[in-house]
C-alpha cells in the first residue's frame, strides 16, 4: 500500500504553503531523514524531511505550486523492495499564477506552549536509531536522543521527534483575536496609464504584510530616542577585534548593541515583558530577535539568553544565524520566541528611525547610523560620533516612566560599553 507524504506544518502559524522544488523524482528510493523538497512557509524557505522510506511512486504536487493546504498529499511512495511499476508522470511544472485577489486572513492560531525542556543529563545526541538529520540537529541544539520515541520507519528517530524536547523559549500566551484587517476592497488599483508589473506576494511577504497591519491597527505603540555618544564603544570594539584576530571572531557593533539592549532590559525588567489580555507575562531571561534582511523580506532569528551571553558567543551566533537566513536555511527553532527585536539600518546612512513593534512582543529597538557631529565631551565642545537609538512600546504592557528609565540604562550602557564585559 502506497504511503502518502502530505504538506507539513513547518511553523506554529503555517496554514498552507508554496512548494518550491522537488529534489527527488519518480522512482528515486528515499530513506527516513532525506531532504526530499523545499518549501516555502510563511517564515522562510525550508527543507522537507521524509519521515518514511520508500520509492516515489507519484508527485501529486508540482513545482512552484503556491497556497498548497497544510495536510494536502503532495506526494505518495511505494516499498522499496516491490516491483517498480512503469512510472507515472510527474505533476507537470505549475503555469505562472495570474495575480490573485487580496482576501482577509484569518487570525493566526495561537502558538502552544512549548513543552518543558529535560532535566540536564549527559547528552546523547548520536543515536544509531536517528537519522542523519536529527543527529545533527541534537548536536547542534543540545538535544539528549536518549528515550525519545521515534515516529520514522523501524522506530527511526526523525526532525520532528526532537519536538518532544525542544530549545523553548519563554511560554507565552496568544494575544486575544485581532479585528480583520481592511477589506481587499479598500486596496486600490495602480493608476491607468503607468507601466506597471505585477508580482505575486511570496509567503514571506503576505506575513509580514498581515502581521505588521495587526501591529499597527492593535498594538498602541509610544516612542522615545536616545542620543548616544559612540566613540568608546567603536574604540572598545577595536581593541576586542585586535585581541580576537587569532580565533577568527569579529565583534560587531550591533552585537555590542544586543547586549547593551539586554542589559539594559535586565536592569529595568518592566520593559522585558508580553501584553496577555487580562495578565501581564514578565520574563525571566533576555532573548533577542535581530531584524535580518532577506530576498522577499525580512525575519527575525533569535539570540537566547543574552544576558549570560559573552560578546564573543553573540558575534558567533548572531553572524551563524544571519547567514542561515540569508541562505534560506533557518529552522523553526532558530525564529521561535524572543522576547523583544533589535533592527539595526545604521549601514544605510539613516538618521532615525521608529520601528514597527513584532507581535507579540513589546518592544523594539531601531538603531540609526553613527552621525560625526559636535557634542560636550568632558566639558569642551569636541566632534563626536552620535546614534539616534528609537525603541517603540506597546503602551498596554510598558508605562512611559518605566520605557524612560529603559532608554537611560540603555545609554549609559552604549556610552559605557567596558561594563558589558563584566
Known amino acids: ?25 519518480i522512482g528515486d528510493v528515499v530513506k527516513a531523514g532525506d531532504i526530499i523538497a523545499e ?95 536529527a543527529v545533527r540537529l541534537a548536536s547542534a541544539h543540545a538535544i539528549d536522543l536518549a528515550g525519545i520515541p521515534g515516529s520514522g520507519p523501524r522506530g527511526k528517530i526523525v526532525r520532528a521527534d526532537l519536538g518532544l524536547a525542544p530549545v523553548a523559549p519563554a511560554p507565552v500566551a496568544a494575544l486575544a483575536p485581532a479585528p480583520a484587517p481592511a477589506p481587499a476592497a479598500d486596496i486600490a488599483p495602480p493608476p491607468a496609464g503607468v507601466p506597471v508589473e505585477t508580482v505575486r506576494l511570496s509567503e514571506i511577504r503576505k506575513t509580514i504584510a498581515r502581521r505588521l497591519t ?44 544586543i547586549k547593551a539592549m539586554a542589559r539594559a532590559m535586565s536592569q529595568v525588567p518592566e520593559v522585558n515583558v508580553q501584553f496577555g489580555g487580562d495578565s501581564l507575562h514578565r520574563f525571566a531571561r533576555v532573548d533577542i530577535a535581530m531584524a535580518v534582511a532577506i530576498d522577499g523580506g525580512l525575519i527575525t ?53 521608529f520601528p514597527v513593534i513584532n507581535p507579540p512582543q513589546a518592544l523594539i529597538l531601531g538603531a540609526a547610523a553613527a552621525i560625526e557631529q559636535p557634542w560636550k565631551v568632558d566639558g569642551q565642545i569636541a566632534l563626536a560620533s552620535i546614534m539616534a537609538a528609537s525603541a517603540s512600546f506597546d503602551h498596554r504592557a510598558i508605562d512611559g516612566a518605566d520605557a524612560a528609565r529603559f532608554m537611560a540604562a540603555l545609554k549609559f550602557a552604549i556610552e559605557s560599553p567596558i561594563q558589558l564585559l563584566c
Not at 504553503?17 to 527527488?24: F, P
Not at 509610544?222 to 555618544?229: G, I, V
Not at 560578546?311 to 551566533?317: F, N
Request: glycine content about 6%; some cysteine.
Open 1 to 25: 500500500m502506497a504511503l502518502e507524504l502530505r504538506m507539513p506544518a513547518l511553523s506554529p502559524t503555517m496554514e498552507k504553503g508554496t512548494l518550491a522544488r522537488w529534489l527527488v523524482g
Open 39 to 133: 518549501i516555502e512557509t510563511d517564515k522562510a524557505t525550508m527543507e522537507y524531511e521524509s519521515a518514511d522510506e520508500g520509492r516515489v511512486e507519484a508527485l501529486l504536487v508540482p513545482d512552484g505550486s503556491t497556497d498548497v493546504k497544510v495536510g494536502t498529499v503532495i506526494a505518495t511512495l511505494a516499498d522499496a523492495d516491490a516491483p517498480q511499476a512503469t512510472p507515472a508522470a510527474s505533476a507537470p511544472a505549475a503555469p505562472p499564477a495570474a495575480p490573485a485577489a487580496v482576501a482577509t486572513p484569518a487570525p493566526a492560531p495561537a502558538a502552544a506552549n512549548p513543552a518543558p525542556a529535560p532535566a540536564p543529563a549527559p547528552l546523547i545526541t548520536d543515536d544509531p536509531r536517528a537519522t542523519p538529520l
Open 214 to 257: 495587526q501591529s499597527k491597527q492593535t498594538v498602541p505603540h509610544f516612542y522615545l530616542t536616545a542620543r548616544c555618544r559612540l566613540d568608546p564603544l567603536l574604540a572598545l570594539r577595536t581593541e576586542i577585534n585586535a585581541s580576537l584576530a587569532a580565533t577568527g571572531i569579529k565583534i560587531s557593533v550591533n552585537d555590542i548593541l
Open 301 to 353: 532569528p533569535v539570540i537566547r539568553d543574552v544576558g549570560n551571553a559573552s560578546l564573543s558567543a553573540i558575534a558567533v551566533q548572531s553572524k551563524a544565524l544571519a547567514e542561515k537566513a540569508r541562505v534560506g536555511k533557518l529552522l523553526p527553532e532558530d525564529w521561535q520566541g524572543g522576547t523583544a527585536t533589535i533592527s539595526n539600518l545604521g549601514m544605510f546612512g539613516i538618521d532615525q528611525m
